[in-house]
């Protein structure tokens, strides 16, 4: 029993030591496409600024929507808080499971 998990636990630990060169911005999943060919929607955090964010079924991305000086962009209102708009799980053939 013991010998299986050390071997399970070094498949996991091997299998994250993939090499995945300089680009970043590339999905590289089943449906894989660059992620500049998936569809952006923003959700507003608690705090009323706004965050990228897009899923594409198995994976999800999301980072800071930013100002051209680099500062964050808040415009959402009280109402609007902890919600997800636009079509951010779209451009990916895979569904959400949930």
Known sequence: ????????GLCVALAACENVGENKGYDRGIDS???SELQAG???DPNG????I????????????LDPQGRPVCSGNASE???AIGD???GSSFGDAL
């Open 1 to 8: 029993m013991t010998r299986t998990l050390v071997l399970v």
């Open 88 to 90: 951010f799980k779209g």
């Open 42 to 44: 923003i959700w507003i």
């Open 81 to 83: 808080r902890n919600t």
């Open 54 to 65: 897009i899923d594409d079924g198995i994976e999800g991305y999301l980072s800071p929507r």
């Open 33 to 35: 496409k660059p992620l």
């Open 49 to 52: 600024c706004d965050h990228w």
